[in-house]
């Protein structure tokens, strides 16, 4: 057996000598670059980090180490120049549409980039399941709209810019109306309340939005020549929205939307409106309108009692406050401001404009 087995195991041995011996010079020559490539990547995974960047250095004769990069803050390679920062990077989410002209984003990205160098921007389209979703994560008003990463809050931006930010979860939207930035276009129409001054039906498929101030002659006009023929020609089709929107400063603009209030608790706000766009000269030049106010009432038959202590009691207020505040947050500038939906009529718009618009959102 023993013999047997020395027979067996003899040509095994043979054949491995002869592997061996067959090893070119070249072949023993690439088995060896190939021991020290391993060691290479075994280094590399064992320091990760400079050591790496500077093995890398060594064999290709380019890169930075670590130890280069902390000691300067600009250098240059392939063509461009590269800047260091002690700011984190931020992502900013550019919601926007790009079938719509006004909606490109790229004035106010200028902009942003030297508040915040360290920006990266990600585009999302509104039209988008994020884009819907980031809609109605912030109540987006309008397009483009910017989504911070919360890393925003390590920035020197973040102070000046934190009253201008809506946090919801871990991002900021900035509030593009507050902040001065341009509008490309309303996503949604102005809110609609309760306590909102209405005239038509709440089932009205189209809310007209009207943010006025009953002391400029521009909304006076627009009273006469376009809500009030909107109001015969679609009565029983649209739904007119009233608020009120003047200077925070102009006294007498808001003792007049104070007495429209209480008019509309009585059923009269239309005569009473009109009443006071037709006498603007007279009350908003007094120093206290509080008397004539309640003269007006008095000339339309609401109940005086009731009326007068409405407006000294200044029970509307609060409702005067947040209109002013809807106003500011859909960037309402300038008065006659009407949304027709969604869409804001130009200022120059006429009643044919108007009922244009009235008739594509009753068509839709």
Do not use: H
Request: neutral net charge; glycine residues 6%.
């Amino acid at each position: 057996m023993g013999k047997e087995k020395e027979i067996k195991e003899a040509p095994v041995e043979k054949v491995k000598s002869e592997e061996k011996a067959t090893l070119t010079p070249e072949q023993a020559k690439d088995n060896k670059i190939k021991n020290l490539v391993s060691a290479v990547i075994l280094i590399a995974g064992l320091f990760v980090g400079s050591l790496f960047v500077d093995v890398i250095q060594l064999v290709r004769g380019g890169g930075f180490s670590q130890k280069a990069l902390d000691s300067t803050d600009v250098f240059s390679l392939n063509g461009k120049t590269w800047v260091a920062f002690t700011e984190p990077i931020v992502t900013v989410q550019v919601v926007s549409d790009d079938t719509c002209a006004a909606c490109k984003p790229d004035e106010v990205l200028v902009g942003l980039k030297q508040a915040l160098p360290t920006m990266l921007t990600q585009k999302v389209d509104v039209n988008s399941d994020q884009g819907r979703k980031l809609v109605a994560q912030f109540s987006l008003k309008t397009i483009p709209a910017f989504i911070f990463s919360k890393e925003i809050e390590k920035t020197d931006l973040f102070s000046k810019a934190q009253p201008f930010l809506d946090k919801q979860g871990d991002a900021y939207a900035i509030k593009s109306a507050e902040a001065g930035f341009p509008v490309g276009k309303y996503i949604s129409a102005p809110s609609v309340g309760d306590k909102d001054i209405k005239i038509g039906s709440d089932d009205a498929k189209v809310k007209v939005v009207e943010f006025s101030d009953f002391a400029n002659p521009s909304d006076a006009q627009a009273f006469k020549t376009i809500i009030s023929q909107m109001l015969k020609d679609y009565a029983d089709k649209v739904q007119f929205v009233f608020k009120n929107y003047f200077l925070p400063t102009s006294t007498q603009s808001k003792s007049a939307a104070l007495a429209a209030e209480c008019a509309n608790e009585q059923g009269k706000f239309l005569p009473y409106a009109g009443k006071l766009y037709a006498t603007q000269a007279v009350w908003s030049k007094q120093k206290d309108a509080t008397a004539v106010l309640e003269g007006y009432a008095a000339q339309l038959g609401l109940n005086g009692g009731t009326f007068n202590q409405c407006l000294t009691g200044k029970k509307y207020n609060d409702q005067v406050a947040a209109n002013a505040q809807d106003g500011q947050s859909f960037a309402v500038q300038a008065t006659p401001s009407v949304f027709v939906g969604s869409d804001l009529m130009a200022p120059t718009a006429t009643y044919a404009d108007v009922k244009s618009a009235i008739e594509t959102q009753l068509a839709k």
